[in-house]
Nanobody, 121 residues
Framework: QLVESGGGSVQAGGSLRLSCSVS????????MAWFRQFPGKQREGVAA????????YHADSVKGRFAISHNKSNNTLDLQMNSLQPEDTATYYC??????????????????WGRGTQVTV
């Protein structure tokens, strides 16, 4: 089960930190990610973390502003969002998938999804 928290409203230039609580046991090489969805649009990948090797990936639109991190001790997936802009306004979803896994950007690769949290800038 994935449960997001930390969404809300913020002024342009502000920061928010999203957190996804991940319950259950996950294989070591699982992938966990954040997606976002604009009204009327398909969900798009924001960032992903590969739990074995520690590799992270960020979409070009958020590089340098957002940072994904996985906290092993309590199995939470965080997304630190800085310099937020109105175009970041969306519903943000946490997703996870056990191995094997293909492209981190591909929605169909993910087995488990949270319900989403709204971010308004």
């Amino acid at each position: 089960q994935l449960v997001e928290s930390g969404g809300g409203s913020v002024q342009a230039g502000g920061s928010l930190r999203l957190s996804c609580s991940v319950s259950g046991d996950w294989p070591r090489c699982s992938v966990m990610a954040w997606f976002r969805q604009f009204p009327g649009k398909q969900r798009e990948g924001v960032a992903a973390s590969y739990l074995c090797g520690g590799m992270t990936y960020h979409a070009d639109s958020v590089k340098g502003r957002f940072a994904i991190s996985h906290n092993k001790s309590n199995n939470t997936l965080d997304l630190q969002m800085n310099s937020l802009q109105p175009e970041d306004t969306a519903t943000y979803y946490c997703a996870a998938d056990p191995p094997p896994h293909g492209s981190w950007r591909r929605l169909s690769e993910y087995t488990y999804w949270g319900r989403g949290t709204q971010v308004t800038v």
